[in-house]
């Protein structure tokens, strides 16, 4: 490809920032300049792209008319500021937020909803739903065809690093005390980590869900198309790195044909399905990797209604960065 355009990756320090601007040279995404934005604390630092450190400016003082496509990787309050000024600016924003509401910048996942995508103008205002919400729908989609769902339920264990550097500077510390038997003084988390699971990820409301679990169902009946789904979840905090892995149960109208459910799960983008007798795991399959694993498929103990599952992905890798880098490639050919 001959033309290039010119992007920004806002929040270009952090974790899914940083794993952005490796898979766009990964997959050779077609760019003229690429301008990587931060906070001032972050400014001033450098990234590698392509054999070089390219250097980190302030997010406050860019002018977005300088680029064609903006992927937002930073937090909520950074959307909320400068999504906008950009979009005014006629640059196509890409956000991994979720602050910006579904009317104006619809939640898309390549497998399960790009046709979303077709009736946008420009510029385009997109968002990348949670890697959780991602993950999930990346595995439903494909099974909207041989299933009746009427219900899902999911624990979500959590990797420390969906909260940043500092959570897996934390369990790492964390880590390294009990293990040198030294005294632990929680920091980051409100208490022990480390060798520990955490019941909520985030404060919980009155009725005692956390933003992230009521964002993950939102955003998961927004990219299926199925506002009405009920959707049960716990979100939890694993001591892990990296690499989100869920427990889900499907609850279907009627008995399910276990093969036609792996025919359809073996033949769908972005999966792979793990043979049974087998199962997944974050560090052994999903981390670095471009795919959600799904194993473990069966009925209920005494229910053939019932589809249990068994997911793991690369929270940082597959469930924001190159979901965002996926969208951007959808999108391509308007913006060139």
Known sequence: MNQS??????????????????????????????????????????VPYRGKNVRVREVDEFDFSKVQLAFFAAGPAVSLS????????????????????????????????????????????????????????????????VLDLQRVSLTASLAVSAQGREAVSELARQTA??????????KFFDRQIAFNLLAQVGKPDEQGHTL???????????????????????????????GDSYSVTLQCAKDIDLAKVNAALEDAPGIELVEAGDYPTPVGDAVGQDVVYVGRVRHGIDDLSELNLWLTSDNVRKGAALNAVQLAELLIKDLL
């Not at 920032?17 to 630092?45: N, Y």
């Not at 005390?177 to 632990?184: D, I």
């Not at 198309?225 to 990296?242: E, G, M, N, W």
Request: one cysteine or more; proline letters at 8%.
């Open 212 to 242: 992230l679990e009521k964002r993950l169902v939102r955003e998961l009946r927004q990219v299926m198309a199925l506002p009405a789904l009920k959707i049960s979840v716990t979100c939890i905090q694993a001591p892990v790195f990296f």
């Open 82 to 145: 400068f999504a906008s000024r950009a979009t005014d600016a006629g640059c196509s924003v890409i956000d991994l937020s979720g602050a910006l509401p579904a009317d104006k910048a619809p939640q898309v996942v390549p497998e399960a909803n790009a046709q979303v995508l077709a009736g946008l103008k420009k510029p385009f205002l997109v968002s990348g739903p949670s890697p959780s919400a991602t993950t999930l729908a990346v595995v439903l989609a494909p099974l909207m065809d």
């Open 177 to 186: 005390e009990l293990l040198n038997v030294r005294p632990l003084e929680p």
């Open 5 to 46: 355009i010119d992007i920004a990756v806002i929040g270009a320090t952090g974790t899914v920032g940083e794993t952005l601007v490796q898979i766009l040279e990964e997959r050779d995404f077609p760019i003229g300049t690429l301008h990587l934005l931060a906070s001032s604390e972050s400014a001033g630092s450098s």
